[in-house]
């Protein structure tokens, strides 16, 4: 699944209402709702609820941006509405149920003709609060309901859209909430953070009621517990190591904040991270501080939960993947949080907040909706992507992003940039594809001997074949003349050599490539195969073809024979050791980079895990691409061994003192 329209409950709209299902023109919404502090801090003291409609009719890139949500209402504060929410949503659940059963007359300026519009409430989306408060159920005390049980005592009221029964799915939890919460808790228990951990004496105490896991029982001395060392805490010097990895690791360009800051090395401690923060070490980061620090089976229990919602939180969602996920842990879905921060931003009269937000909303509503009648004009306040690549009669590809400076080229550095672009241009792929195949020396003499007889080809058939212009200055060599850069853009992703690089980490490069595989120098029966490149970017050269220009990255590359390895899942480059294998053959196009960060091990090893980048965007991606380069995790669930056998497992860490708590 890429968007609602792949899901079930899309067609179960349509099964069960063919009519509205036939015209695709009728309106599918999303509702969400939740509470923020619009004055730019974290105090709760004020809570402002808006109320937003997602139109589902868009494409995935259009759908979830700011100029296509719907500010519907705007709940004022200081304080929630709580359960009587459902008096402030009367007028707009009057609106949607008009919509529902009668429609509205509308011009469609395509065929220029009216009419009957209709629209349909999918679900909600909210937090787990929120989602008591929308639902009519009580979510939380002792008669505590949240699945709907009509046996149970916990409806107080009801929010009627439609048929609620006929839909397959009414609610959905934000998965970035749900993942904030649960990093948070996570954390704060490794570390044994006061206020944070949900490892004290009240839990012990509930395993003694429940009378499972009796060495991890309270223990009276005096008027103190002994709390014994769970399996889950970390000792001193493992503390000092997370806490380390994770100050010391610098992001890609536009991945996250700087986390760092919010960690103090002193006493290992983290705090003031938003939600976004906890997202990112969900999916990616936590996992790869944790690894090697604790024992097999929690550190095994937390790979699997980020592994969960990493695979949860991908562009595309597999259906029979979610079936196996649902086995494991509940479902939960995504997110509209951040509209939230740009509601902030609205705010410039902090005695008015509500005010400020809604009159700016319908300036920009009215402002876009003015300026898509005038032709040639940009939106005012609009912003350009940052890594976006601007259109180049010369240069073939990308971008460059910082001052160039002229660099003459060895003999040898030129032919090996050169066969790099003869090798994987589109024009020449098809006529050195068949020689791959080949014996390992005929696949040599290729390599070496490819430019001189193309350069001979290409002068013999363009008297009498149609040859292009691109392909008649590739068959020639480029000059020796080339232009360095330091900071390159292509396919949206942004590059910096590694020496320029400061606070953030865009040198990481990799690149899957065929190649021919042999057991030894005896071997005359080679092996095609895909391996996986990693390396650091040193230098982007520019080569000048006379007539256009094409982008080179020249990187060290890790040795695929003693410079990576699996551990554990995870994949490990030593990118200090064994670089010769690549220094007569240092390049790749540009346009073939695919962007990694390294986390290091310690401040004395030369090896680094590695994560890749989540991608960005819908529009320019292939289906074949988002498939690819879909899931991020930087470990293989598969490698996990899972052992649920409870009677053999040591809740004790014996390494590790215990905790005394006073009465």
């Not at 909600?124 to 929120?130: Q, S």
């Not at 939380?140 to 397959?168: E, H, M, S, V, W």
């Not at 939890?173 to 749900?178: A, F, I, R, S, Y």
């Amino acid at each position: 699944m890429r968007h609602p329209v792949d899901s079930l409950a899309w067609d179960r709209i349509n099964k069960k209402w063919p009519s509205f299902g036939l015209d695709p023109r009728n309106i599918r919404f999303g509702l969400c709702t939740d509470g923020f502090n619009p004055f730019q801090d974290l105090s709760s003291r004020y809570s402002c609820w808006p109320v937003i409609l997602v139109i589902y009719n868009l494409p995935p890139w259009l759908c979830m941006s700011k100029e296509s949500l719907m500010l519907t209402l705007l709940i004022p504060g200081p304080k929630q509405p709580g359960n009587d929410i459902d008096i402030y949503l009367a007028p707009l659940i009057d609106d949607l149920k008009d919509l529902w059963n009668n429609g509205v007359k509308v011009y469609d300026a395509f065929s220029k003709e009216m009419f009957n519009l209709k629209s349909v409430l999918m679900w909600t989306v909210n937090d787990f609060p929120a989602y008591g408060n929308l639902s009519g159920w009580s979510t939380k005390g002792r008669f505590a309901c949240p699945c709907f049980d009509y046996y149970c005592n916990g409806y107080y009221n009801t929010i009627l859209l439609i048929d609620l029964q006929n839909l397959l799915l009414r609610h959905n939890l934000d998965v970035m909430d749900v993942e904030k919460n649960i990093c948070e808790s996570i954390i704060g228990t490794l570390l044994l953070m006061k206020g944070k951990s949900k490892d004290g004496i009240k839990s012990r105490k509930d395993l003694e009621n429940m009378g499972i896991r009796k060495d991890l029982h309270p223990k009276k001395t005096g008027k103190r517990f002994y709390l014994s060392a769970a399996p889950h805490t970390l000792s001193k010097k493992e503390k000092e190591t997370f806490c380390w990895r994770l100050a010391n690791l610098k992001l890609p360009d536009g991945y996250g904040s700087n986390i760092g800051n919010c960690i103090s090395l002193e006493d290992s401690k983290i705090f003031g991270l938003k939600s976004h923060d906890y997202h990112m070490l969900m999916q990616q980061l936590l996992s790869v501080a944790l690894r090697g620090l604790l024992p097999k089976g929690p550190r095994t229990a937390i790979f699997r939960l980020c592994a969960f919602f990493n695979e949860l939180c991908q562009r595309v969602v597999d259906r029979n993947k979610l079936e196996k996920l649902e086995e494991d842990i509940v479902q939960t879905l995504c997110m509209l949080e951040r509209y939230m921060k740009v509601l902030k931003g609205y705010v410039m009269n902090r005695a008015r907040p509500e005010g400020c937000m809604a009159e700016r909303y319908l300036a920009e509503e009215c402002a876009l909706l003015c300026s898509r009648y005038i032709k040639q004009a940009d939106d005012i306040g609009s912003r350009k992507a940052r890594n976006e690549e601007f259109e180049n009669d010369l240069l073939m590809e990308g971008r460059p992003i910082s001052q160039g400076k002229q660099i003459i080229l060895t003999n040898e550095m030129l032919q090996s940039a050169h066969r790099q672009v003869l090798f994987n241009m589109d024009e020449l792929r098809h006529s050195s594809r068949h020689l791959l195949k080949n014996e390992t020396l005929l696949q040599k003499k290729h390599v070496e001997s490819f430019s001189t007889w193309l350069d001979a080809k290409i002068r013999a058939e363009k008297m009498v074949h149609n040859v292009s212009n691109t392909l008649k200055w590739l068959a020639r060599e480029p000059s020796r003349y080339g232009i360095s850069y330091s900071g390159f853009i292509i396919n949206g992703l942004r590059f910096h050599t590694k020496e320029s690089e400061k606070s953030r980490q865009n040198s990481g490069v990799s690149l899957e490539a065929t190649t021919i595989c042999v057991s030894s120098a005896r071997d005359h029966t080679p092996v095609t195969g895909k391996v996986a490149y990693y390396g650091v970017l040193r230098e982007v050269i520019v080569l000048s073809y006379h007539e256009f220009y094409i982008a080179l990255f020249k990187c060290d590359w890790a040795s695929i024979v003693n410079g990576i390895k699996l551990d554990d899942g995870f994949t490990l480059v030593n990118l200090h050791e064994g670089q010769s294998q690549f220094e007569r053959d240092p390049f790749i196009l540009a346009s073939q980079a695919k962007q990694v960060f390294y986390s290091r091990e310690d401040e004395t090893s030369s090896w680094y895990v590695v994560m890749k980048a989540p991608p960005k965007g819908f529009q320019d991606l292939e289906i074949s691409d988002e498939m690819e380069s879909g899931t991020s995790t930087p470990f293989d669930v598969l490698e996990l061994d899972y052992d649920d056998d409870d009677e053999n497992e040591q809740y004790v860490r014996m390494d590790v003192d215990g905790m005394f708590f006073d009465e």
